[in-house]
């Protein structure tokens, strides 16, 4: 495949995950939010918004598998319709037990998709640019989650509308995965397969700052809108203090990317790590200034979601051929397993411990990630 052939599917199946993600980010907060009128706890909803995370953790180890048998394009494509029958359900039943089915469904499809729009991604971008690339790709996925939170403000609909709005995004989707062709990638030779659990044991600090990538960013946006719900603000006020943490990895991505390809990865993760931790903290006096809930958010949202476009760009740099495919999973692992992780924990730290129990539990993640920060770069495989 040729470099203007390769960056063109990278941009087309680009395009269809971010589509995917506005729909993820419109259902999301309006499930949790939904959950939450109808009477479940904190915990509750944190369990269920962790399901699709779940379920990509899981996955995740055996795709890189998949993209070897069945190439980047077909395995996208499942990826797709199960996402479509997840949105389905969301947008056709009702209650805990359905909307979870529907969860376990959207986060099947999400491991097979995600992996490889971003496994591609990373093999193919131009070295010089890298960075910049994987920025550009991040900031659309962040406008998607910025934008997302806000849609039922923006059209005045209530819950049923907006999810079938995101059942129509996805299907949008599943009809561009169609349309490219099924052999427009080529794949590097089978002895260069590397896989996850080779690349996390190959690069265990990037695995861990991801993970903490995905507490931040994917973890906080349902807990944090049903918090606020539960302070008094209402649905549409409620789902913009997740739409901040949209906002802030909108922002965020490119600069990451940017700065990945002119310092020293260690710099950047460090300071990464402190600017979480100063977020984290201040999350703890939300109780007195409510409005902090969006200042927070934008810190969590833009330097989380930096955290795992840097880690994708080492990824990059540490691996090689059909390795970048292990290598991009065990990123996703990481930071699925934060995303699944972050909404029961800080949920329960939440329900038990109020703001400062869970701004407590932030910024010993921040702390970690500082620590952390201190081993990238030492390690190359191919």
């Known amino acids: 495949m040729t470099a203007v052939s390769a960056m063109s599917v990278i941009w087309r199946l680009a395009a269809a995950t971010t589509l995917i993600m506005l729909a993820f980010a419109m259902a999301a ?91 591609l991604l990373a093999r193919e971008a131009p070295p010089e640019r890298r960075g910049r690339v994987m920025g550009l790709y991040q900031t659309s996925l962040g406008a998607a989650l910025a934008l997302g939170p806000f849609m039922p403000a923006l059209l005045g609909w209530s819950a049923r509308p907006v999810l079938w709005l ?35 044991r190959t690069v265990p600090a990037l695995a861990g700052i991801a993970f903490t990538g995905g507490v931040f960013e994917a973890g906080l946006g349902s807990i944090s809108a049903a918090h606020a719900s539960a302070t008094g603000m209402g649905l549409s006020m409620a789902a913009t203090v997740a739409g901040a943490i949209g906002v802030g990895s909108f922002l965020c991505q490119y600069p990451a990317g940017a700065a990945a390809d002119r310092f020293k990865a260690s710099t950047v993760f460090s300071a990464a790590a402190l600017l979480l931790l100063a977020a984290s903290l201040a999350f703890a ?27 994708m760009v080492g990824v990059a740099r540490e691996f090689s051929g059909r390795a970048t495919a292990g290598g991009a999973a ?14 029961l924990a800080s949920g329960s730290a939440l329900q038990w411990g109020g703001v400062g129990g869970l701004a407590a539990v932030l910024g010993s993640l921040a702390l970690a990630t500082l620590w952390a920060a201190r081993g990238i770069g030492r390690i190359r495989t191919s």
Not at 30 to 54: D, E, K, R
């Open 29 to 119: 907060p309006v499930l949790a939010i939904s959950l939450q009128q109808a009477g479940y706890s904190t915990a509750a909803v944190g369990a269920f918004a962790m399901i699709p995370f779940l379920l990509i953790a899981l996955l995740i180890p055996i795709v890189p598998r998949m993209l070897a048998r069945w190439g980047i394009v077909r395995t996208y494509r499942w990826g797709c319709f199960l996402q479509l029958g997840g949105a389905l359900g969301y947008a056709t039943g009702d209650g805990f037990a359905v909307w979870s089915a529907a969860s376990i469904a959207c986060g099947t499809g999400a491991a097979a998709l995600w992996n490889a729009t971003e496994a």
């Open 166 to 200: 995101a059942a129509a995004l996805v299907a949008v989707c599943c009809v561009m995965a169609l349309a490219i062709p099924r052999h427009a990638t080529t794949e590097p030779a089978p002895h260069t397969q590397r896989g996850t659990w080779h690349a996390l």
């Open 285 to 311: 006096l939300a109780g007195r200034a409510p409005w902090l809930l969006w200042g927070v958010g934008l810190v969590w949202g833009g330097v989380g979601g930096a955290l795992y476009t840097l880690t």
């Open 330 to 343: 065990a990123m996703i692992t990481g930071y699925t397993l934060g995303g699944t992780v972050g909404p």
